[in-house]
């Protein structure tokens, strides 16, 4: 620890600091961080990999977003991804870009929330990148998994009278974001005010520490069942439910009051006046997953304390549906609250 | 083409943009962008893993390198990387974080870049992430590619009495900069003046548009040969030949006569009062391969023109040396001109 510049160990001091207590979890990790390339090994089973940015100011702010909370949720952000297609994280390679005014204190504390992350789901750090940048900070994770081939679940499958299942609770993440906007605004006009965000500490981490749902995952495995189509929920349930409409070529139906949040984001909606469930179709950040069953399946999934039933698939011609508690039906669109837009 | 700017059309019709011409050309890409993450398969081979994060103004000048340049060069840069460890890439990611300054246009050029980088180097384009960033522009590549086992050389091979290899010329490209950041000056001063390059052509495309060494791979696997130890050259000769010493726990003499620079390079180094060894030595981004052999490979090797021999492994004690043509012995450090340092 240290409140040393960056600029005084230089780059490959700095990489033998971020990587110098990294320790190899996974077989097929050949090879970790230290050459041109990591190598990776693998038999039988298939390969998967994804990719995120995340830039200082669109996806983060550092006046609230403590640096281990955001390695932490940039590692997380990944592995949610492999998740999403029924796989295991194995590695991840990690490449940050920052200004010259981030300490090394400030470089370690962002680290420590990425090993934490790895530690926590068993992944390894087998390479990345450190540069400087004009200003602020950015972060580009890649994370690498594994499936058996007959595992594999993508966003095309899902089939008429399948079952649209989400996991957890949605929506808290974004009122949470909104918590600490407020926040932030009011320690602008005084910066002695005292915020009690006690009531708020659910969503706020739910925006500022998620978690992938590996646990879903092993439920599935441990049920021996398989959604016939998953994505993970980081736009928003609209945006997710639209991409797996489009990419299964089927419609949809879902239903407002079947829609899961938490006891503590509907009160933080009350207050911020934001309804809670618009929270979850458009806010995103939740890193729930939203999949597919086959009808067959409902009696082993009714009783997951864990998963909610929240709709069905239909055919194409239907469209895409929310059937509101009112009984009125209108149309899903993909609004978003452009967090994560190009704009 | 457009000169639409990218809030236009949001980020999935960005994606959507970016990605419609892509085909897979490797049997490894079970299936590319459109999940949450890629699937690769593969048997009996491992497989090798490289990323890269480029800035704005750290890494490239928008006011002197063409878009299509810089894509190019992304790519490449990573490419190199596994052709470092004797391997073949085959798929890339790439992550792009850009202000509201770039049109439809602008991007247009930077992904033209980086689809004719990987047409040339048969890579396939598998995922990536794009979003918004408060200035400038980043790009982070992670490279995926596959060796045999037997082949990977990895850079702590390196025993002692080997020779010391290195293809291509070096130097060029920090020399191409020079020139290129010359001219941004004289242009501040005098917007009208109309800078005649041709002289300095090759050492300018070799800094806006380098070649990662392929054929060099393609020459070890046609010839059977090996070597023990291999590294590309971003960072300039010595600091490479450092990684590889201590890699492998050697010492190393090579020999500035020996050093390969093009005539072209020379002519600019005295224009421009730079050494032109000292810019093979310190100046990085040649994008050369830097590789040891066994003493026994000398018969094969001294034909090939590609390749120079610069001097041999020695044990450990007697150091990091650089004999000068005047036989003054002087002792390798890695300076670096700080392009991709951090700093």
Redesign the interface.
């Known amino acids: 620890m240290s409140e040393q510049k ?2 005084e160990i ?3 001091g ?1 990489i033998e600091y971020l990587t110098k207590n990294i320790k190899i979890k996974n077989k097929s990790t ?2 970790g961080v ?10 039988d089973s ?14 983060f702010d550092l006046t609230y977003t403590p640096l281990k909370h955001l390695g932490y949720k940039a590692v997380v952000a990944n592995l ?3 998740y ?2 029924n ?1 295991t994280p194995e ?1 991840i ?1 990690v ?4 200004s ?1 005014k981030f300490t090394l204190d400030a470089i370690n504390e962002l680290y420590s929330g990425i090993y934490l992350a790895c530690d926590k789901y068993g992944v390894d750090v ?11 900070l ?1 972060i ?1 994770i ?4 594994k ?1 058996n ?1 007959e595992d ?1 679940v ?3 499958g899902a089939k008429i009278n399948d079952l649209i299942c989400v996991s957890g609770d949605l929506g808290a993440a974004f009122l949470g974001l909104q918590v600490l906007e407020r926040e932030k605004k009011v320690f602008e006009v005084n910066p002695n005010s005292q915020p009690n965000l006690d009531q708020h500490s659910y969503i706020i981490e739910r925006q500022l520490k998620p978690e992938a749902r590996k646990d879903i995952i092993d439920i599935f495995k441990d049920k021996n069942i398989k959604p016939t189509s ?3 929920i980081s736009d928003g349930l609209s945006s997710e439910l639209i991409h797996i409409c489009n ?1 299964s070529n089927v419609g949809c139906t879902i239903y407002e009051e079947k829609i899961p949040t938490d006891h503590t984001a509907n009160v933080a909606g009350l207050e911020l006046n934001i309804s809670p469930v618009t929270s979850a179709l458009n806010g995103g950040e939740d890193y729930e997953l939203l999949f597919t069953m086959p009808l067959a399946e409902y009696e082993r999934l009714k009783d997951i304390n864990e998963i909610a039933i929240i709709g069905h698939i239909t055919d194409k011609s239907q469209g895409k549906n929310l059937v509101l508690r009112t009984e009125k039906v209108v149309e899903l669109t ?1 609004q978003g609250w452009g967090n ?4």
């Open positions: 960056i600029s230089g780059e490959f700095l050949v090879f230290g050459d041109d390339a990591a190598v990776l090994e693998n038999n298939k390969i998967l990999i994804t990719t995120d940015i995340l830039t200082e100011g669109i996806h949610s991804d492999i999403a297609m796989g590695q390679t490449s940050v870009a920052m010259g087998i390479g990345g990148d450190t540069s400087s940048s004009i200003t602020g950015t580009s890649t994370a690498i998994g499936a081939p594999i993508y966003r095309k998953m994505i993970d990419n993909a994560d837009n190009v704009e």
